[in-house]
């Protein structure tokens, strides 16, 4: 048995693999947390018998995203497959039905994605004035703490790159963002922050982003701007797609 | 069509839900108790994309403002038609300027209150769900009100069986479909439900995997539509996890850094970052629905052909019913 079929039917039978020695065993385990690992090969796994997620090996950037972006055109088109989701260099496919055989459809993505050329989308770019800090931005003093780094250092270092929309997801009309200067990065919260306002500028992780409308969310809230993102009357109902860019500019920081 | 009486807080209009937006960030919505739903729309002849009431509080009135076939299904409420007790799983015709009381339910979570023709409100992107974080679908993207006027779509006005005064009704799905057993044996009051383990299974500590099947997990007062967040022993994995936002479903059972994990629902966001233990099956989310905040679920392990068995089970119940209903109403199924 290939190690694709391996690892699907790991995730989806007992899950009761023993991990002693995970180590030894990275290319059978579906479970291993390192996604980050560009040596290791793709991780599948099923979300239940409603999705199947595919997860790229190597760094999150540009190129890894434009070969997803790549496979879920491919894989939108197959049988079965109600829907093709790029997430941060991966891919989630929603099932009409689940497949009996779901080791037959990992073995295709895994095919498909070696097959996978990048797939070049040049969108449009948006400048997004920002105000940092202050009541919107409750959590800067977060990553103040977590990066060692001052206000002024965080804004300067959020606020230079020409961001890249590499998905969109979260709620409607929310852009996953790449190209976040990594010295900046800070932990998702230990609990979710209830009823943050919409225009919200946050970072989880390596990623940033800005909520599209008021909501629930784990990110660490820096900014806020004012945007509409979404218009549920429109056939295409998001304002921004992947290959689209944002550049975040300094209205204000309030300290 | 009806007007609703209470401040009905929480209470949305909700069909089967949103597909196919997921790659918009437009998560899928619909009755959390799928099943109610189309039972009840079963019951009334409906189209199964019709859209219904779903109602998590109580008490919850309603006066009927022109005579309208209505159906009860879900949680085991205690309803009145005026005076007249409507039995849960039931259909009946209500006339003009009735107010129908659905009670505390005495078991269950959520009740679904059904018209004929099914709630006439726009589709859109697909769908007459609510869709409460973008505020749209539904009745104007949000909760009901009191004074809220929601209407039925038009059917052609055919000599009806619901008509007659004793209407009909359905056997629970939970009696048909049975409770399901755990080892060691539950309290009859917690809710049973199978999960397949997820992607980051593996990344807790042996303790913690034996602590999630073995104990019992309290639904928490923060659970509602997005998500059930659940108090229990704390998951402790083996290292910290930063995932990649990716794609996700209802029923995953995200664990954040508390330790203490929640089960995405309808309303969830389509994508997450925090790691996954499991993924409680899709053919038990309407068990899920019917658990009330302050009870208790315990998690069964299940395997993937099992769980699409389930699935195929659920199909051959709904097959059934509508086949005996048919049979009842005296029109093909």
């Known amino acids: 048995m290939s190690p694709i079929l391996e690892r699907v039917l790991d995730a989806t039978t007992t899950g009761a693999m023993t991990s002693e020695r995970p180590q030894q065993n990275v290319q059978r385990n579906a479970h291993m947390m390192t996604p980050s690992d560009p040596d290791q090969q793709p991780r599948i796994s099923l979300l239940g018998t409603s999705a199947m997620l595919f997860e790229a090996p190597g760094e999150l950037d540009l190129q890894t995203q434009r070969r997803i972006w790549a496979l879920g055109q ?134 940033t982003g800005v909520s599209a409308s008021a909501g629930p969310s784990g990110w660490n809230t820096i ?28 209205e204000r920081i309030v300290r | 069509m009806i007007e609703v009486l209470s401040n009905a807080a929480l209470a949305t ?59 009860l299904t879900g949680a085991d409420c205690s309803a009145r038609l005026g005076e007249r007790p409507v039995l849960p799983w039931w259909t009946l015709q209500a006339k003009k300027d009735d107010v129908l009381t659905i009670g505390v339910p005495a078991s269950g979570a959520r009740c ?9 409100v726009p589709v859109v992107l697909g769908s007459r ?37 004793a209407g009909f009704g359905v056997t629970p799905p939970s009696w048909t479909l049975g409770e399901l057993d755990t080892s060691p044996v539950t309290d009859s009051a917690d809710t049973v439900v199978r999960v397949l383990p997820a992607a980051e299974y593996e990344s807790y500590e042996q303790d913690s995997i034996e602590a999630f099947w073995r104990e019992s997990w309290k639904v928490t007062p923060q659970s509602d539509r997005y998500g059930y967040r659940l108090g229990g022993p704390v998951l402790i994995s083996k290292h910290p996890v930063e995932m990649r936002s990716h794609g996700i479903v209802p029923g995953v059972i995200q664990v954040p850094p508390s330790g203490q994990p929640i089960i995405q629902l309808r309303d969830a966001q389509p994508s997450g970052g925090y790691p996954k233990i499991g993924t409680v099956i899709e053919a038990d989310l309407w068990r899920l629905a019917q658990a009330r905040i302050g009870s208790k679920l315990r998690f069964v392990q299940a395997g993937y052909e099992e769980a699409v068995d389930a699935l195929d089970e659920l199909d051959r119940y709904m097959t059934k019913l509508r086949n005996l209903v048919g049979l009842h109403r005296g029109t093909r199924p």
């Open chain 2, 112 to 120: 679904y209150l059904l018209l004929k023709g099914g709630v006439d």
């Open chain 2, 13 to 71: 209009i909700q069909d089967r839900g949103r597909q196919g937006y997921l790659r918009y960030g437009v998560g899928t919505s619909g009755a959390m108790d799928r099943v109610a739903l189309a039972i009840g729309n079963l019951m009334l002849g409906n189209p199964d994309d019709a859209a219904g009431i779903e109602i998590p509080l109580f008490p919850f009135r309603v006066r009927f403002t022109q005579d309208a076939a209505f159906a």
């Open chain 1, 223 to 250: 900014g806020h701007t004012d945007m509409s993102f979404f218009d549920p009357t429109r056939t295409n109902p998001a304002m921004l797609a992947p290959g689209d860019m944002i550049r975040f500019s300094v």
């Open chain 1, 74 to 207: 491919r894989a939108a088109t197959w049988e079965g497959i109600r829907e093709a989701v790029p997430g941060m260099s991966n891919l989630m496919l929603t099932f009409d039905r689940p497949p009996r055989q779901p080791a037959s459809l990992a073995a295709a993505l895994h095919d498909a994605w070696e097959a996978a050329e990048e797939l070049s989308l040049e969108g449009k770019t948006v400048v997004l004035p920002v105000q940092y800090g202050g009541d919107f931005g409750p959590h800067l003093s977060d990553v103040v703490a977590h990066t060692g780094l001052t206000v002024d250092e965080i804004v300067a270092l959020h606020s230079e790159p020409l961001y890249t929309v590499y998905a969109l997801g979260s709620h409607p009309g929310y852009c996953y963002l790449g190209g976040m200067d990594p010295r900046i990065a800070a932990p998702r919260r230990k609990v979710p922050v209830l009823g943050l306002p919409g225009g919200a500028v946050s970072i989880g992780g390596v990623q």
């Open chain 2, 129 to 165: 769900s609510t869709q409460l974080r973008g505020e749209f679908g539904g009745f104007l993207g949000r909760q009901l009100k009191k004074g809220d006027v929601v209407h039925a779509a038009a059917v052609e006005s055919v000599h009806s069986e619901t008509n007659d005064a």
